[in-house]
């Protein structure tokens, strides 16, 4: 079992910026890649970024050159950066990581932090 939370969500205007951060307890060493999705109001939940166990990167095309993700493997947690912020960047904002263990895969979800960005 892993256990994800969420901080660092918040209301900021358009144009500034916002840093989240995921911390993973439980059975972190087997965790492979984590990631951050987003979900609106009223929309499905995309993914945002994701980063791999060794560091790799993907970005969804809206959030590219404005969001950077990051890993801290020592403290397993992910971070997600967030600058230039724009009013549809509002969303409930949910870590996710992937476990590796008894040659099952299981994916894990946070309780969500919401980031709201006024216009």
């Known amino acids: 079992q892993v256990q994800l939370v969420e901080s660092g969500g918040g209301l900021v205007q358009a144009g500034g910026s916002l840093r989240l951060s995921c911390a993973a307890s439980?059975?972190?060493?087997?965790?492979?890649?984590m990631g951050w999705y987003s979900q609106a109001s009223g929309k499905r939940r995309e993914m945002v970024a994701v980063?791999?166990?060794?560091?790799?990167?993907n970005y969804a095309d809206s959030v590219k050159g404005r969001f950077t993700i990051s890993r801290d493997n020592a403290k397993n947690t992910v971070y997600l950066q967030m600058n230039s912020l724009k009013p549809e960047d509002t969303a409930v904002y949910y870590c996710?990581?992937?476990?590796?263990?008894?040659?099952?895969?299981?994916?894990?979800w946070g309780q969500g932090t919401q980031v709201t960005v006024s216009s």
């Open positions: 996710h990581a992937e476990s590796f263990l008894a040659s099952t895969t299981n994916g894990y």
């Open positions: 980063i791999s166990s060794g560091g790799s990167t």
């Open positions: 439980g059975s972190t060493f087997s965790i492979n890649a």
